[in-house]
């Protein structure tokens, strides 16, 4: 993959495989999102970087669980040949293709029974960051996935920068709004029960409305519980990916360790 061009040119195999399937492929945009998408057993065909010395670096100080498979896979290429591809280049001057994970595998995946973790709904999401910034979120706390219903495509390249390579740590799929999991809905908004006085269970399906409009009306419809996120009075409501993050960090508080005894 790594030969050279005439002359100590770009190595042409890797940058023709990049060209090949830069159409069809997901982008993972600098050193972070290779990193995570490696761990989480992204299959990855391409990475290129313009700095490989300091790529293993980096893996060196900070990963080194993928340091070996960064050195087998990461060609370096020089900085026009890389910019001219990834135009954006990120300051780690890496960039991958991934292969997106197969709807299907992720459809089975938020369809499993008995769930241990629960999926986030976001309802008519608008804006690209933070719908990457919840999938970050849902990796972190282990969530089963997000679900996205509306038109936002949740594997956007904007998404999926904001997600740092965390797609593939979830089950990231779009669904017509009639087919969300299944599972006890529990639907945050400003005016449901307070939050702290709920048990949000393994299985729940947690819903959020979109940042203009809020939860559309079938979700509010459909929801078993209506609940809230504590909020002083004059303050309208918090950001999307907050709400989620306060709602997961709740979730996880009722699985806490046991303090360590002194
Ligand atoms: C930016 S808010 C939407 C604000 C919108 N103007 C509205 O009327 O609801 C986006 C979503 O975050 C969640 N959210 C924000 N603040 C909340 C709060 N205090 N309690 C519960 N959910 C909240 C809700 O799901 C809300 O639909």
């Given at each position: 993959?790594?030969?050279?061009?005439?002359?100590?040119?770009?190595?042409?195999?890797?940058?023709?495989?990049?060209?090949?399937?830069?159409?069809?492929?997901?982008?993972?945009?600098?050193?972070?999102?290779?990193?995570?998408?490696?761990?989480?057993?992204?299959?990855?065909?391409?990475?290129?970087?313009?700095?490989?010395?300091?790529?293993?670096?980096?893996?060196?100080?900070?990963?080194?669980?993928?340091?070996?498979?960064?050195?087998?896979?990461?060609?370096?290429?020089?900085?026009?040949?890389?910019?001219?591809?990834?135009?954006?280049?990120?300051?780690?001057?890496?960039a991958a293709l991934a292969d997106r994970p197969s709807r299907a595998a992720n459809l089975e995946a938020l369809a499993r029974r008995p769930r241990t973790a629960p999926?986030?709904?976001?309802?008519?999401?608008?804006?690209?960051?933070?719908?990457?910034?919840?999938?970050?979120?849902?990796?972190?706390?282990?969530?089963?996935?997000?679900?996205?219903?509306?038109?936002?495509?949740?594997?956007?390249?904007?998404?999926?920068?904001?997600?740092?390579?965390?797609?593939?740590?979830?089950?990231?799929?779009?669904?017509?709004?009639?087919?969300?999991?299944?599972?006890?809905?529990?639907?945050?908004?400003?005016?449901?029960?307070?939050?702290?006085?709920?048990?949000?269970p393994d299985d729940a399906v947690l819903a959020f409305g979109s940042e203009r409009s809020g939860l559309s009306a079938d979700v509010r419809a459909r929801a078993d519980h209506l609940v809230s996120l504590p909020m002083r009075p004059q303050v309208s409501s918090y950001n999307l990916a907050t709400s989620?993050?306060?709602?997961?960090?709740?979730?996880?508080?009722?699985?806490?360790?046991?303090?360590?005894?002194?």
């Open positions: 993959m790594s030969g050279t061009g005439e002359g100590g040119g770009p190595p042409v195999d890797a940058v023709r495989l990049w060209r090949g399937l830069a159409g069809s492929a997901v982008l993972l945009d600098g050193f972070h999102a290779l990193k995570h998408a490696l761990r989480f057993g992204a299959s990855v065909p391409v990475a290129l970087t313009s700095d490989k010395a300091g790529a293993l670096a980096l893996a060196a100080d900070l990963a080194p669980d993928v340091a070996d498979t960064l050195d087998a896979l990461l060609v370096e290429t020089d900085d026009a040949t890389l910019r001219a591809l990834v135009p954006r280049l990120h300051p780690t001057a890496v999926v986030v709904v976001l309802d008519d999401p608008r804006n690209l960051g933070n719908a990457g910034a919840v999938i970050r979120l849902a990796a972190g706390f282990g969530a089963t996935g997000v679900v996205t219903t509306g038109t936002l495509d949740p594997w956007h390249p904007t998404v999926v920068r904001g997600g740092a390579g965390l797609h593939f740590a979830t089950a990231v799929e779009r669904l017509d709004d009639g087919a969300l999991p299944e599972g006890p809905l529990f639907a945050l908004d400003a005016e449901g029960d307070d939050i702290r006085g709920v048990t949000l989620v993050g306060m709602t997961l960090f709740h979730w996880s508080a009722q699985h806490a360790p046991a303090a360590a005894e002194s």
